[in-house]
Antibody, heavy 120, light 110 residues
Framework: QITLKESGPTLAKPTQTLTLTCAYS??????????VGWIRQPPGKALEWLAH???????LYSPSLRSRITITKDTSKKQVVLTLTNVDPVDTATYYC????????????WGQGTLVTVSS | QSALTQPASVSGSPGQSITISCTGT?????????VSWYQHHSGNVPKLIIY???KRPSGVSDRFSGSKSGDTASLTISGLQAEDEADYYC??????????FGTGTKVTVL
């Protein structure tokens, strides 16, 4: 049974660095084609893909956030970490992590999401 | 990379069929058969209902079907039911090794 759970601060101040952790279970991120990505949804708005990391350490980033975002994995801890620098109120959103498996281009299991508010 | 274009809302009566379009470009939808669709009920987690254009994950109703023509992908819901009322998002893998989501469609069951 694949599960993912996001954790991190619920509140961040503008210009701070936001670090979110995705703890996963039920799969190995060392298995061919496996991956974990981050997707966010600002209140009342659409889903937005942020980044993805694959079993072979291949990393993909949203062009609009490439300069501010980093995704890493620690397979021994079964965690994927997203770092977003210089946050702004527009980064206020529910942040989800999601698994991709044999179909490496779709997200078949999602975490419950974590709401992050950026405000001074 | 701009978001894929979806109609803001689509509605139908119970039992009817509706189709949601997802228009991209030759750099995303038109280049790959890697469009996925997600159903998102308010307060819940998005759920994968179609992957690789037309494939259904185990457990997803066969009332959901996906297709593609050129730069436009489509999701059809047949035999519309009250439980289908939700937001629906398409997503495509794109050139430059990125993913792009659609603008989202709110489905209302009349």
């Amino acid at each position: 049974q694949i599960t993912l759970k996001e954790s991190g601060p619920t509140l961040a101040k503008p210009t701070q660095t936001l670090t979110l952790t995705c703890a996963y279970s039920g799969f190995s991120l060392s298995t061919s084609r496996a991956g974990v990505g981050w997707i966010r949804q600002p209140p009342g708005k659409a889903l937005e893909w942020l980044a993805h990391i694959y079993w072979d350490d291949d990393t993909l980033y949203s062009p609009s956030l490439r300069s501010r975002i980093t995704i890493t994995k620690d397979t021994s801890k079964k965690q994927v970490v997203l770092t977003l620098t210089n946050v702004d109120p527009v980064d206020t959103a529910t942040y989800y992590c999601a698994h991709s498996g044999s179909s490496w281009t779709s997200f078949d299991h999602w975490g419950q999401g974590t709401l992050v508010t950026v405000s001074s | 990379q701009s978001a894929l274009t979806q109609p803001a809302s689509v509605s139908g009566s119970p039992g009817q069929s509706i189709t949601i379009s997802c228009t991209g470009t030759s750099s995303d939808v038109g280049s790959y058969n890697f469009v996925s669709w997600y159903q998102h009920h308010s307060g819940n987690v998005p759920k994968l209902i179609i992957y690789e254009g037309s494939k259904r994950p185990s457990g997803v109703s066969d009332r959901f079907s996906g297709s593609k023509s050129g730069d436009t992908a489509s999701l059809t819901i047949s035999g519309l039911q009250a439980e289908d009322e939700a937001d629906y998002y398409c997503c495509s893998y794109a050139r430059s090794n990125i993913f792009v989501f659609g603008t989202g469609t709110k489905v209302t069951v009349l």
